[in-house]
C-alpha cells in the first residue's frame, strides 16, 4: 500500500517503521514541525511537508498520528475524497474524520510507544474500527501486514480499553516514578526492585490480579500500615497515595 503519515511523535515513527520494514510504500510524512517531519522523513526514504496543501493525493491510506487535541483541526486542513483515513487514539471516535473522506475509521495501538527506543515491543496490538464492512477489512489486512496481534473493535469497547490501559500503564508507571524517587531520596537501590515489578506482570498471565494480592494492606497488618506512613512523613505525595491504595485494596 502507499501510505502517507500524518504527525512525527512516537506512533507516527514507531508504526512508520513497521509499516517501512513490511515493504509498504511511504510516499511522505506530514507534519507542523519542520524539523521532527524531515527527520523522520528522512529514516522512513520518502518527502516531507509541514504544510497541509502540499499534501500528497496519491496515496492509498493516511496514518494520522497527531495529539488528541490536533485531530478537532484536520477537516479544515484535507479533503481525500474515497481514500482512507485512519487515526491511533484511543479516546477520539472516529468520526472525527468523516468530513475528511468516505472511508475512514481507527488503527489504535494498545501498547506504550516511545520512538527514542531503539527495541520496541514486539506484536503491538492493533485495535481496528472502519466506518463500513469494506474499509474494516482493508484495514484488517493492512494491520496484519505489521503486527500479527490485530483485531477488529467497536468505538465503545476501544474507550473502555483506554481507559483501562491508562490505569494499567500510565498509572503503574507514575507509583515506578514516585518509588524511584523515594528511594533515590533515602538512598536504597531502586534496581533490587525489578525482580518484584517483573514477577508481578508474569503472574497476571496466569492469574486473575485479585487472587495475586499480597502486602500488608491486604493483611490488614495495621502495625506494618503505621510504620509505613511514619516512613512517609518527608513524602507526602507519596503517603497520599499509599493511603488511598491502602484504603482501596482493604475495601475491595
Ligand atoms: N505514544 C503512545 O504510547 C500511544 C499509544 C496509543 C495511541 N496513541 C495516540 O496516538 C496519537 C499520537 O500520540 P504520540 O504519542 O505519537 O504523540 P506525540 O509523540 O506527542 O506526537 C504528536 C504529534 O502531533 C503533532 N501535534 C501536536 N499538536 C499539534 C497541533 N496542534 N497541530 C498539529 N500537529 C500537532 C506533534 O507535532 P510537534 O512535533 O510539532 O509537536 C507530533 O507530530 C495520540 O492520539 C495518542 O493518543 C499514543
Not at 507534519?31 to 516531507?48: F, P
Not at 496514518?63 to 475524497?81: R, T, Y
Not at 512523613?233 to 497520599?240: F, V
Amino acid at each position: 500500500m502507499r501510505v502517507l503519515i500524518i504527525g512525527a511523535g512516537n506512533v507516527a515513527t514507531v508504526l512508520g517503521r513497521l509499516i517501512k520494514e513490511a515493504n509498504h510504500e511511504i510516499v511522505q510524512v506530514i507534519s507542523r514541525n519542520k524539523t521532527t517531519a524531515k527527520e523522520l522523513a528522512d529514516e522512513l526514504g520518502c518527502g516531507y511537508s509541514n504544510d497541509f496543501t502540499h499534501i500528497d493525493l496519491s496515496a492509498d491510506l493516511y496514518l494520522v498520528a497527531m495529539s488528541d487535541a490536533a485531530l478537532n483541526a484536520l477537516p479544515e486542513k484535507i479533503q481525500l475524497g474515497k481514500k482512507i483515513i485512519v487515526h491511533t487514539a484511543g479516546a477520539i471516535s472516529k468520526d472525527i474524520l468523516k468530513n475528511i473522506s468516505l472511508q475512514y475509521g481507527v488503527l489504535y495501538p494498545l501498547q506504550s510507544l516511545r520512538k527514542e527506543l531503539t527495541e520496541q515491543p514486539t506484536m503491538i496490538p492493533l485495535l481496528v474500527e472502519g466506518n463500513n464492512d469494506v474499509t474494516t477489512q482493508t484495514l484488517v489486512a493492512f494491520a496484519e501486514s505489521i503486527s500479527s496481534n490485530v483485531s477488529i473493535i467497536t468505538e465503545s469497547d476501544r474507550f473502555k480499553l483506554h481507559v483501562a490501559a491508562v490505569v494499567v500503564n500510565n498509572f503503574t508507571n507514575h507509583l515506578y516514578t514516585l518509588a524511584a524517587e523515594y528511594c533515590k531520596n533515602e538512598k536504597v537501590s531502586f534496581e533490587l526492585l525489578y525482580p518484584l515489578i517483573d514477577t508481578a506482570a508474569t503472574r497476571l498471565k496466569h492469574f486473575y490480579p485479585s487472587e495475586m494480592q499480597t502486602g500488608p494492606a491486604i493483611r490488614k497488618d495495621i502495625s506494618t500500615l503505621d510504620k509505613h506512613l511514619r516512613l512517609l512523613t518527608a513524602h507526602p505525595k507519596l503517603k497520599s497515595i499509599y493511603l488511598k491504595m491502602t484504603d482501596s485494596i482493604m475495601n475491595s
